[in-house]
Nanobody
Framework: QVQLGESGGGLVQAGGSLRLSCTAS????????MGWFRQAPGKEREFVAL????????YYADSVKGRFTISRDNAKNMQYLQMDSLKPEDTAVYYC????????????????WGQGTQVTVSS
């Protein structure tokens, strides 16, 4: 079993930055692909960024490409999402997720999820 917990969300003005962290316990993340997903009010949850077990491969949604950076530290059992140039449309609850296997944008492929952290971007 893997327990995931997100932190770092908050309220920020448009153009600002936030760094989300995801802490894992219960199992080493070094063999797992991970990702960040988000759900805005009234919308379905969508993938934001993905990273493979070693960090050598990343994948981003078009809406965040060039603004967000996903990374991980397997020694600390953590992953991160650096969010720059934030826009009001980035407002959502952000979730950390992990899976055994390669990276995938399909939510159903992820067995482990955090509780989410709220990110609000004001205009």
């Amino acid at each position: 079993q893997v327990q995931l917990g997100e932190s770092g969300g908050g309220l920020v003005q448009a153009g600002g930055s936030l760094r989300l962290s995801c802490t894992a316990s219960g199992r080493a993340l070094s063999s797992m692909s991970m990702g960040w997903f988000r759900q805005a009010p009234g919308k379905e949850r969508e993938f934001v960024a993905l990273i493979n077990w070693s960090g050598s491969s990343t994948y981003y949604a078009d809406s965040v490409k060039g603004r967000f950076t996903i990374s991980r530290d397997n020694a600390k059992n953590m992953q991160y999402l650096q969010m720059d140039s934030l826009k009001p449309e980035d407002t959502a609850v952000y979730y950390c997720a992990a899976r055994v296997g390669g990276i995938s944008p399909q939510q159903s492929h992820y067995a482990y999820w955090g509780q989410g952290t709220q990110v609000t971007v004001s205009s």
